[in-house]
């Protein structure tokens, strides 16, 4: 990802491809230890379909023959996220918290 082990910012790779290598790996970093989980779900999973769409589709209908499987997966998993939040030991739950304390 990002044209690793060149330095970053990589100059010869695509726009579309540095922003989701970026949206990836901080948005699946901020999911992670669950902050910000329902806006960055829903980007996601935006990403996911985009990234379907624009790369894995125009090779074939059959999703297995087209190495797919998780694009789509995410496309389904972010949206439960979203809808779902972080859950009882992510970082939002911490924030409200302690913004009901003060």
């Not at 230890?33 to 935006?46: K, N, Q, W």
Request: proline residues 10%.
């Amino acid at each position: 990802m990002f044209g690793f082990p060149t330095p970053f910012p990589v100059p010869h790779l695509p726009p579309l491809f540095l922003a989701g290598g970026m949206i990836e790996t901080f948005g699946g970093l901020l999911l992670l230890i669950g902050l910000f989980t329902r806006p960055f779900a829903s980007v996601l999973s935006g990403e996911m379909a985009v990234a379907y769409f624009k790369f894995h589709a125009p090779q074939g209908f059959w999703l297995l023959l087209n190495d797919v499987e998780g694009a789509v997966l995410d496309c389904f998993i972010f949206p439960f996220l979203a809808s779902a939040g972080g859950g009882p030991w992510s970082f939002d739950r911490l924030l409200r918290k302690l913004a009901s304390i003060v």
